[in-house]
């Protein structure tokens, strides 16, 4: 019980988490109904993974879609929306986002003008001043 609990909040961390990258906005809906979610099952005192998607939902906090990838993660163990945003960006540009002061659309900024994708480009592009030539930084 604790274990497709504990999965299912690690699931819903790292889709707020992606989702915020992919977005640019850390305020958007989807990102907000994942924080809530996990925020609702970690509350929850049953067993998450014996739940269907219509019990699911009936935790506030949980909308239709997010039940669904609860059940698409207990019944196959992978979120296909998951793995999509994994490939996307890599667990180096992922720890760019933990940077403090450092959010979503800057990162995205970054990525596109300066080619950043890991600390490592981060302080090449620091260390060559390029940085503060981009607009806003």
């Given at each position: 019980?604790?274990?497709?609990?504990?999965?299912v909040l690690d699931m819903l961390?790292?889709?707020?988490?992606?989702?915020?990258?992919d977005e640019g906005a850390p305020q958007s809906f989807r990102v907000r109904a994942y924080e809530s979610a996990a925020f609702a099952i970690a509350?929850?005192?049953?067993?998450i993974g014996a739940l269907s998607v219509k019990e699911l939902q009936q935790i506030s906090?949980?909308?239709?879609?997010?039940?669904?990838?609860?059940?698409?993660?207990?019944e196959t163990g992978r979120v296909a929306k998951l793995e999509a945003l994994r490939r996307k960006h890599p667990?180096?540009?992922?720890?760019?986002?933990?940077i403090q002061g450092l959010g979503p659309k800057?990162?995205?900024?970054?990525?596109?003008?300066?080619?950043?994708?890991?600390?490592?480009?981060?302080?090449?592009?620091?260390a060559e001043h390029a940085v503060r030539d981009l607009a806003g930084f």
């Amino acid at each position: 019980m604790a274990e497709a609990k504990q999965d299912v909040l690690d699931m819903l961390r790292d889709l707020a988490e992606l989702t915020e990258l992919d977005e640019g906005a850390p305020q958007s809906f989807r990102v907000r109904a994942y924080e809530s979610a996990a925020f609702a099952i970690a509350a929850h005192p049953g067993d998450i993974g014996a739940l269907s998607v219509k019990e699911l939902q009936q935790i506030s906090g949980v909308g239709k879609g997010t039940a669904q990838k609860i059940r698409e993660l207990i019944e196959t163990g992978r979120v296909a929306k998951l793995e999509a945003l994994r490939r996307k960006h890599p667990p180096a540009v992922v720890a760019l986002l933990r940077i403090q002061g450092l959010g979503p659309k800057a990162l995205a900024k970054l990525r596109a003008e300066l080619g950043v994708a890991s600390i490592d480009d981060l302080r090449r592009a620091l260390a060559e001043h390029a940085v503060r030539d981009l607009a806003g930084f």
